[in-house]
């Protein structure tokens, strides 16, 4: 295939070479098993997820990213992923979208000699390998069973469900790229910074970046302690998994001797009641969804952290204020659509401003003027 531009995910303008871009790395793990709702809820209602936050560059005039600016969140994706994003953007153009079962289905199917290898579109055994075993590495393995003990036949029968469910879910799981001009994020964290506390009713209002700070000391704290924790700072609050690592730290230090001389142990304490106050914490900020959850696939390119976090601070501090400017607009992230080469601006310009001069007419019937 030739050049061609492409669709921006958000503002639906077109993007061509050379424009400042960000893109999204997402994961999607819900469309396969799931009916497609007419009516989605929060911003990622549709099952597309990003795993991190955007990453920025050009666009290339073939449907990718170039000149990847190499800040720390492309840094942390090059050593989780062992390569830079233009590099995985080359793969996605043969296996955008295939999920996890569906690669293991390839790979059988290969083996088996069912189909040929196509060695142009990254389709052999060792692609699928390669990118299956980055995505379990990604993603983690299959979930685990949880057995029931008992014998009530009802409660068996839901936890058969539900372990099918998540390794349903997980099956599914693929990764797609999206895109957006980089100008429309930028003004969309400005306008998020702005507006931040428009609509707040609590008691104490905690901004993005006191959060992320709140969330690198415990970071520190932690790491005052041991160096045997990983969590995600982007979920810290909101995740089960927070308070449940916390409890296995504690447990362990329970076991040392002298333990009522172990200052190490009211450090930990200390901070594990400090969890319970959500909002001083990043994981709120960075939440996806319309309620207090943590799916497992968001953010999953920042699981398994210790230490310092505070290099990732303003991308992750930018990106909150994006998220909610975001979720104002009630929309979802999806995948950027080609764009016709020859772009008709004497059509999409005077859409665009219709659309503008709806706003401005429903704005002035709701405030009555």
């Known amino acids: 295939m030739g050049c061609f531009n492409k669709t921006a995910f958000f503002s ?6 050379g424009d400042d ?27 597309i997820t990003p795993i991190a936050p955007p990453f920025f560059g050009k666009y290339d005039d073939y449907g990718s990213i170039e000149n990847v600016v190499d800040d720390p969140n492309h840094q942390l994706f090059k050593e989780k992923f062992g390569m830079p994003l233009e590099k995985f953007c080359d793969i996605m153009h043969g ?13 059988s199917e290969l083996e088996n000699n069912e189909k040929n290898e196509n060695k142009c579109h990254h389709e052999t055994i060792e692609d699928y390998q390669n990118i299956l075993s980055l995505y379990e590495r990604i993603f983690g393995g299959e979930p685990e069973v949880h057995k029931y003990k008992g014998d009530d036949i009802d409660i068996i029968k839901a936890y058969e469900n539900a372990y099918q469910y998540d390794l349903d879910r997980y099956n599914s799981t693929s990764i797609v790229v999206t895109m957006e001009h980089k100008s429309v994020y930028d003004k969309m964290v400005s306008l998020g910074r702005e507006h931040y506390f428009d609509n707040f009713s609590g008691e104490k209002q905690i901004t993005p970046e006191e959060a992320f700070d709140n969330t690198a000391n415990l970071f520190r704290g932690l790491s005052n302690i041991t160096d045997d924790y990983q969590l995600n700072p982007f979920k810290i609050g909101v995740d089960y998994d927070s308070f449940t690592i916390i409890d296995k730290i504690t447990d362990g230090l329970l076991d040392e001797a002298n333990v009522r001389n172990n200052a190490n142990l009211l450090d930990l304490v200390s901070i594990s009641k400090d969890l319970l106050d959500i909002h001083k914490y990043f994981g709120i900020k960075a939440c996806l969804h319309d309620t207090v959850y943590c799916g497992k696939i968001d953010y999953a390119l920042y699981n398994n952290l210790n230490g310092d976090i505070a290099k990732y601070k ?9 998220i909610d400017s975001f979720k104002q607009t009630c929309t979802t992230f999806d995948v950027s659509p080609y764009h016709n080469q020859t772009i008709s601006y004497d059509v999409i310009i005077p859409i665009f401003e219709n659309i503008l001069d709806t706003l401005k007419k429903q704005k002035a019937k709701y405030n009555g003027n």
């Open 12 to 17: 639906h303008l077109p993007i061509t070479y």
């Open 21 to 47: 871009i960000v893109m999204f790395v997402c994961a999607d793990n819900l469309s396969r098993i799931c009916r497609k709702d007419s009516t989605p809820i929060g911003i990622t209602g549709n099952g």
């Open 95 to 107: 296996l955008s979208g295939v999920s996890i079962g569906a690669l293991k289905q390839k790979i």
């Open 314 to 322: 303003d991308i992750a501090c930018d990106f909150a204020y994006f």
